[in-house]
């Protein structure tokens, strides 16, 4: 089992930055890969970017590319969002997940945090 917990969300005005942080325990030698997914209210939660737990490969969706970097610090235990130019459709709570597997669903989730983005 791994545990997931996120941190760092909070109000910030459109064009500000903001870094979410999120703490793995448990197995976490096991992870393969970790993600950020979000959800709007009245929205499906949707795919935001992902990182391999050894760092070599990443993934964004395209409307965050350019603004949002992943990072993971596998000997720390911990994965990172660095999110800039926030714009009001940022507005949702934001998951940590992570999986043990190179593809499938990810079985391991965080309890999220909000991030609000006013106009």
């Known amino acids: 089992q791994v545990q997931m917990v996120e941190s760092g969300g909070g109000l910030v005005q459109a064009g500000g930055s903001l870094r979410l942080a999120c703490a793995a325990s448990?197995?976490?030698?096991?992870?393969?890969?970790m993600a950020w997914y979000r959800q709007a209210p009245g929205n499906e939660r949707e795919f935001v970017a992902s990182?391999?737990?050894?760092?070599?490969?990443?993934a964004y969706a395209d409307s965050v590319k350019g603004r949002f970097t992943i990072s993971r610090d596998n000997t720390e235990n911990t994965g990172g969002l660095q999110m800039h130019d926030l714009k009001p459709e940022d507005t949702a709570v934001y998951y940590c997940?992570?999986?043990?597997?190179?593809?499938?669903?990810?079985?391991?989730w965080g309890q999220g945090t909000q991030v609000t983005v006013s106009s």
């Open positions: 997940a992570a999986r043990e597997t190179f593809s499938g669903t990810y079985t391991y």
């Open positions: 448990g197995r976490t030698n096991n992870i393969y890969r």
């Open positions: 990182i391999t737990w050894n760092g070599g490969s990443t």
